[in-house]
């Protein structure tokens, strides 16, 4: 017999990851998965410490049998349970300059992450999420939640890159949510539209005002709400943003 | 001294008006604003019985003078208190015809709810949300919630009234979301894409299967959350639909 | 027998309304509507003087009687004549101000001109439209344009008005164009996305490059341009801007 | 002494590049670009048969040497001659399938063309846009437009792959429009919306009405009309169906 429901994120960081990871060990076993094991040790032993339960796999995401790996893994660790919910925040980080700058390399490894990824990712985990719907078809259906950025909806000057691999995240999360909707399968894109407050951002913005950022314990939170949304009013797009944000 | 926060929701019938009402009576006294008496009594009185606080008043929301009268007994009734969270969720009902047989009289009765109503009424209720906001920065941010439609970012043939209307609300929603969100006032507008279960729309949809139709108590659950997001984490457009929806 | 086809041009004054007025008449007689004859007089004339053929109307768009007063004019003159093409060019000027500060009396004035207006003026010449296009189903076919701005797309803070009667003209211009395009009416919403030079223009802004502002006569081109597609490409939006806006 | 200005055109097949090629040759020396000659040796022989001036390269634009091999030999050809217009009309063909049955390659593919190949077909084509914007800043500035589809606004499902890449062009677009538009180069992209008629499309769709098809001609007479605008009024997006198209 399966073992009980679990949610698995990718990538887990100090930031909106780490939020998201110990928000659903409220109620689930966590699974987080990260390429280098020290963005998710911290978050694991923490959650772990406190009651719940975590682990952690190094896992490249924009590569196919990494992931596949990662998933055999957690199918023996926690006996084929079905996956209530699978949030996907992986990303590469927004880099200004020309489109005459801009390297094809780069131009791939982005999409390496946020479309290749995010397929790669969705795959994987879309038929223990149908399993949770078959199970569970009312309660807190299966979630699949893509976290995108402004650049998924406004492609500015001297952002091609990060823009071209948003808008790609936002049409995959898209057709999957049109797809997996009529079989119980939530999933939603987030645009979240401004600076998270993370230990990185808090480095490089001056003055920080905590009404200037957003919180990511509150990304979590909402993503929570959004899982919490029955078959009868799923949100397929949210976008998230702080009061002092321009838009 | 000023009272309690309350809540103010327009219009008020049988469905999503009725759910709304129902969820933020749980936290606030809750004022429930429609033409006709019959569309809110059975629901205050409900609301009343089991140990909630409602109260119902005649409003033409089309009309200032008639909106400004019940924002005077609003007043006098909670003792000037600050509004928590504001509901706009009245709409005229969507005809399909061609735009040659629509009357300019007709075109004009949307316009005076979903326009000069939600006006009228964001301008009503706004001093009692900003006053919200000051005392109370952090904690449910005073929350005003603009209902919306499929046909706010969809205007299809023979729906050139309804679309107009709920283009205009959607803009009204947004120019009032971007002015006063530095103030702390989160505004949010729902596009609710679906039919909503109702004893009115159960009426006229044969088969109704319960996942082809959104759940107004589910509508009013995901209204109460987006009243719940921090400063730090402002949603202002949310889609809603049932899990059978195409779009 | 009915004459030949016919443009007909609301509201024309001395920027875009003037250069569409010229660019049609090199084609079609053309009516130019508006509510002072000053708006007319002048490009009329010219027109007249030039070898093409011009009438002004005193019109009230927001007014059905006027109106259909002036199509009875117009079909007097023209004995029936079917129309080619018909430009929505009226709106308000956007106004900068709190959703406080906004009465409904204002707020109803842009209604009657983009709202009320726009479906008046589209009803007036539907039929004519319709004809045009039963006579001549692939060259030039009848055409519906109507002027949008930055404010048709995006609802600023202080803009509430503006953007809400731009969004309301939008949303009536999409489902007239999904309604008609089977019936062989070319219907477009152009954004134009920027100042246009003109003389009133010209008086506020400092330093004008003309890089910086939208020549009417080019827009007058490409609506020209958006005339001449056939049944087999009809573009239903388009936006305009000049090199150096920021969008 | 560089040449006369030229246009290039990727990907040249029998429909759509075809018509671009010759509308294009009417005015400039045309470069056609395609994997196989095949694809361009009819049309630039039509087009040099008739007093144009076409040659045919064989251009693989996923790939960066094959594509820089390309503009030697186009440099070489024409003197450094700048460029007058540049199309992108490169794309994989949509194909219907489950997202759990996309493979990371297929999705790869389309990447390869519509991201990777965009980018560098732009990066090789901007430096002679941009010498043309410099000899020429009034007439036809310098053009650069891509060609997307209806699923570069609408993931449908079923449909990942080809949305993904759409959506990823078009995010390029607006980028590099709103990076090169101060510098005078004009970027449009284009969705044409509804299925193209060429022999390809011929052959599977059954009962073919004309008014239900987009005519490659007149989508190539729309973007030479793009072209032709100013810099005082440029248009970065348009939408193209044929009148019978439902959207």
């Known amino acids: 017999m399966a073992g009980n429901p679990i949610a698995v994120i990718v990538a887990v960081g100090p930031g909106t990851g780490a939020s998201i990871a110990r928000r659903f060990a409220s109620a689930y076993p966590v699974v987080l998965l990260a390429r280098s094991p020290e963005n998710y040790e911290a978050v694991a032993a923490d959650i772990n410490k406190k009651g719940g339960k975590a682990i952690g796999i190094s896992t490249d995401v924009s590569n196919e049998s990494s992931v596949n790996a990662a998933f055999e893994k957690i199918n023996q660790e926690f006996n084929g349970a079905p996956i209530a919910a699978a949030i996907f925040n992986a990303s590469t980080r927004p880099k200004r300059k020309s489109v005459l700058e801009l390297s094809v390399e780069e131009y791939q490894n982005g999409f390496d992450v946020s479309g290749k990824g995010a397929l790669i990712f969705s795959k994987a985990v879309l038929p223990g999420l149908l399993e949770h719907g078959e199970d569970n078809p009312t309660q807190s259906p299966p979630t699949l939640i893509f976290t995108g950025a402004t650049a998924s909806v406004k ?21 999957i949510a049109r797809e997996f909707a009529p079989k119980g399968v939530h999933v939603a894109h987030a645009v979240v539209d401004g600076a998270i407050d993370t230990p990185f951002t808090q480095g490089f913005i001056a003055d920080w005002a905590s009404e200037a950022s957003i919180s990511s314990d509150d990304i979590a939170e909402t993503y929570w709400n959004l899982h919490q949304q029955s078959r009868r009013c799923f949100t397929n797009e949210i976008d998230i943003r702080p009061m002092m944000e321009k838009w």
Request: hydrophobic share 55%; proline share 0%.
């Open 155 to 175: 492609s500015n000057a001297l952002m091609a890159g990060f823009a071209t691999h948003k808008f790609a995240l936002r049409a995959l999360s898209f057709s």
